[in-house]
């Protein structure tokens, strides 16, 4: 049996500047959010029998992928490569929409994970958080960011930024703790994966939102 925890996030600054229809005109995006302690869980399980049987607010059994009404699952399912024999149960510390939370990417982050580890197959968290975004905004086409999928699949309290490189992705910092353990700005680097695009700097101990709007390809 395999159990797998992801956290939900608070965002504090730049949301809807991950959507791609704003950092691909704007020169890029950037969020700061942090994972909270609130989180969705997934359960998966082998089955003796070839049959898929997915609980979550509702009981769903089907004798293949294809079948499944529960679209987060299925995606990930067909990601994975899992076709039968297993049962996934997913609950969660809040309602599983609505809440501003990120629940669906802490869910769909969750899943993948879970059917990874299910078949013994060890994956990053860029991996996970790329995959998430695909089945969420490229497959299924919800009108959604990037940041949720990021901020479930990393943890802790992070700055993301958003470019238009070769395909859409993402660089990650986290914010260095000063000697009272409170989070502040620094200076980091950023590693953003496209050839021409390799690092970028933020320094100063506040970032205002022109800062984040300077983070552009050299």
Not at 59 to 79: N, Y
Not at 114 to 134: D, H, I, K, N
């Given at each position: 049996?395999?159990?797998?925890?992801?956290?939900?996030?608070?965002?504090?600054?730049?949301?809807?500047?991950?959507?791609?229809?704003?950092?691909?005109?704007?020169?890029?995006?950037?969020?700061?959010?942090?994972?909270?302690?609130?989180?969705?869980?997934?359960?998966?399980?082998?089955?003796?029998?070839?049959?898929?049987?997915?609980?979550?607010?509702?009981?769903?059994?089907?004798?293949?992928?294809?079948?499944?009404?529960?679209?987060?699952?299925?995606?990930?399912?067909?990601?994975?490569?899992?076709?039968?024999?297993?049962?996934?149960?997913?609950?969660?510390?809040?309602?599983?929409?609505?809440?501003?939370?990120?629940?669906?990417?802490?869910?769909?982050?969750?899943?993948?994970?879970?059917?990874?580890?299910?078949?013994?197959?060890?994956?990053?968290?860029?991996?996970?958080?790329?995959?998430?975004?695909?089945?969420?905004?490229?497959?299924?086409?919800?009108?959604?960011?990037?940041?949720?999928?990021?901020?479930?699949?990393?943890?802790?309290?992070?700055?993301?930024?958003?470019?238009?490189?070769s395909d859409p992705s993402k660089t990650r910092g986290q914010l260095p703790k000063s000697k009272k353990g409170v989070y502040e700005a620094g200076e980091y680097p950023l590693e953003c994966y496209d050839d021409e695009i390799k690092v970028l700097l933020i320094k100063g101990e506040k970032l205002t939102l022109d800062q984040w709007f300077d983070l552009k390809p050299l």
């Open positions: 049996m395999i159990i797998v925890q992801t956290p939900l996030r608070l965002s504090f600054l730049g949301g809807g500047t991950d959507f791609e229809d704003f950092y691909t005109v704007n020169g890029g995006g950037a969020v700061l959010s942090s994972a909270i302690d609130k989180y969705t869980f997934v359960v998966v399980k082998e089955r003796f029998d070839d049959m898929i049987y997915v609980n979550y607010s509702r009981k769903e059994i089907v004798d293949s992928v294809d079948q499944l009404e529960h679209e987060l699952i299925r995606e990930a399912m067909r990601m994975t490569g899992v076709e039968k024999g297993i049962e996934i149960t997913t609950l969660a510390d809040v309602p599983s929409e609505g809440t501003g939370l990120g629940s669906s990417s802490s869910i769909t982050v969750g899943l993948l994970q879970a059917l990874y580890a299910y078949q013994g197959v060890s994956v990053t968290a860029e991996e996970l958080a790329r995959q998430s975004c695909e089945i969420e905004i490229d497959i299924l086409g919800k009108p959604i960011g990037r940041q949720d999928q990021y901020a479930a699949a990393y943890g802790g309290i992070n700055k993301f930024t958003f470019y238009l490189c």
